[in-house]
């Protein structure tokens, strides 16, 4: 159990539409990093957050955006939902900025757009 | 280019037999992380082992063992006796000292048969 959680498990959204992703980080771990997994690929870096304020991106469009609140949760939203949205999307929490502290990961959240 | 390869896609043993998972990686930090994680069907990933760039010692955790080669670039990872619990998809992950993200291999899938 690594104490971070996500909510849903599963969704199924059309395309066009608006999706949002919860996580629960463990506690003390200032660190929420979001990650998009495709069927039978490794997870690829979306963005991350340290104490609220976006540290990072990956190769992400804009409409992928997250929000970090201080009492350890977050968000990824991702709006005009596409096709090529399916995926696993995870959440890691990490204690330190950046990457060189350990990013624990959530189930996930399992994204079906038709 | 791919900053971390893992060229075995998928590997089928025999309980009890030992197996190697390659991992090899390309950065040129002179700092940077290393990571395994296990992926079980549920989909939650599971930290294995973190070792930086400095520390090339090799590590036996159990069944586990990581043979860590700055010379070769790569942090290959061995299960001795396999055990049917063991069936996974497992990937290698690198951080780099001065980024926020964890670069994830493809994923090595791996099934033990009884």
């Known amino acids: 159990e690594t104490g971070v959680t996500q909510s849903p498990t599963h969704l199924i959204k059309t395309r066009g539409q608006q999706v949002t992703l919860r996580c629960s980080s463990q506690?003390?771990?200032?660190?929420v990093s979001w990650y998009q997994q495709a069927l039978g690929q490794g997870p690829q870096f979306i963005f991350q957050?340290?104490?609220?304020?976006?540290?990072g991106r990956g190769n992400f469009p804009p409409r992928f955006s997250g929000l970090q609140f201080p009492n350890y949760s977050s968000e990824l939203n991702v709006n005009a939902l596409e096709l090529d949205d399916s995926a696993l999307y995870l959440c890691?929490?990490?204690?330190?900025?950046?990457?060189?502290?350990?990013?624990?990961f959530g189930p996930g959240t399992r994204l079906t757009v038709l | 280019a791919q900053k971390v390869t893992q060229a075995q896609t998928e590997i089928s043993v025999v309980e009890k037999e030992d197996v190697t998972l390659d991992c090899v990686y390309e950065t040129r930090d002179t700092t940077y992380y290393l990571f395994w994680y296990k992926q079980p069907p549920s989909g939650e990933l599971v930290f294995l082992i973190r070792?930086?760039?400095?520390?090339?010692q090799n590590e036996i955790s159990g069944r586990y063992s990581w043979n860590f080669q700055k010379s070769t670039s790569s942090f290959n990872f061995t299960i001795t006796a396999s055990q049917v619990v063991d069936s996974a998809v497992y990937f290698c992950?690198?951080?780099?000292?001065?980024?926020?993200?964890?670069?994830f291999g493809t994923g090595t899938s791996l099934t033990v048969i009884p």
């Open positions: 992950a690198l951080s780099e000292g001065t980024g926020n993200q964890f670069y």
């Open positions: 506690s003390g771990h200032n660190t």
């Open positions: 070792r930086n760039s400095f520390d090339e």
């Open positions: 957050y340290y104490r609220e304020e976006e540290n």
């Open positions: 890691a929490s990490s204690f330190e900025w950046g990457s060189t502290d350990t990013q624990y």
